[in-house]
Nanobody, 125 residues
């Protein structure tokens, strides 16, 4: 399984950015996928994800600013980010795992086996 993120950039506070993750090598469509972020000096945290059956979950800290989406073939996971804040700075990772009925674990990084290399998002004026 290979996951490749793209779209990271330097953006001013209040700006928007769209990240994409292209997946290859998935044996079937029964997968959960999610976006994570790791800020400097902090642990990796789950942001938003989509379960194998199409349910969406978001971290409460996002306050509705991010939207996760997936194409019909399930080989691209997107993250639309708006009203970006300085605290959104970090490396953003895409991850995938075997689909699970335990939807409450969707944003737990310990549940994931497949990770992309990450893309840097920097929010600064």
């Amino acid at each position: 399984v290979q996951l490749v993120e793209s779209g990271g950039d330097l953006v001013q506070p209040g700006g928007s950015l769209r990240l994409s993750c292209t997946a290859s090598g998935l044996s079937n469509s029964h997968v959960d996928m999610a976006w994570f972020r790791q800020a400097p000096g902090k642990e990796r945290e789950g942001l938003a994800g989509i379960t194998h059956d199409g349910s969406h979950r978001y971290a409460q800290i996002l306050k509705g600013r991010f939207t996760v989406s997936q194409d019909n073939a399930k080989n691209t996971l997107n993250l639309q980010m708006k009203s970006l804040e300085v605290d959104d700075t970090g490396v953003y990772y895409c991850a995938a795992k075997e689909g699970s009925p335990k939807w409450w674990n969707l944003l737990d990084p310990a549940e994931y086996h497949h990770w992309g290399q990450g893309t840097q998002v920097t929010v600064a004026s």
